[in-house]
């Protein structure tokens, strides 16, 4: 897995283990388990609403509140995998999301990305996307 490095994704992050499991994977040491779905947390920021970006030695979101399976996946080009995951109205109202990440069949995150608050209303949806560039 790779991301483009652009200042839309600056706040984005392959996780070692993400890594290491591909390593292994392409010497056929491994399958590679596929992407199961997005987790959601509400530590992306510190106290003053400046984004902290994450680390690739990471295991975990800095807050995880939720998980949830991808709702879609596409392939926008032919080595982007575009992963879709929509929260319900009813899904983390009232909670601000400031991280998201991808977590795969073994519960591990071996993507995630930080931003700015997300208030999230009891009466809308919310849609993230996160791409996997190759």
Same mark, same amino acid.
């Not at 897995?1 to 994977?25: D, F, G, P, Q, W």
């Not at 040491?29 to 596929?34: D, F, R, T």
């Not at 779905?37 to 984004?51: C, K």
């Not at 919310?126 to 996997?132: E, N, P, S």
């Given at each position: ?38 987790? %959601? #947390? ?32 596409? @392939? ?24 998201? #990440? ?12 930080? @931003? ?17 560039? %190759?």
């Amino acid at each position: 897995m790779a991301t483009e490095a652009t200042e839309k994704n600056k706040n984005v992050v392959i996780t070692k283990t993400a890594r290491e499991k591909l390593v292994h994977a392409r010497a056929g040491a491994i399958s590679l388990p596929k992407i199961a779905g997005m987790a %959601f #947390g509400n530590g992306g920021v510190d106290s003053s609403g400046t984004v902290i970006p994450p680390e690739d030695t990471q295991e975990t979101l800095y807050n995880e509140i939720y998980r949830k399976p991808i709702t879609s996946l596409s @392939f926008p080009e032919t080595t982007v995998c575009r992963y879709v995951c929509t929260l319900t109205e009813a899904e983390l109202a009232g909670y601000e999301i400031s991280e998201i #990440g991808l977590y795969d069949e073994e519960d591990d995150i071996v993507c995630m990305k930080t @931003f700015t608050r997300k208030g999230k209303d009891d009466d809308v949806e919310q849609t993230y996307t996160l791409d996997d560039i %190759f």
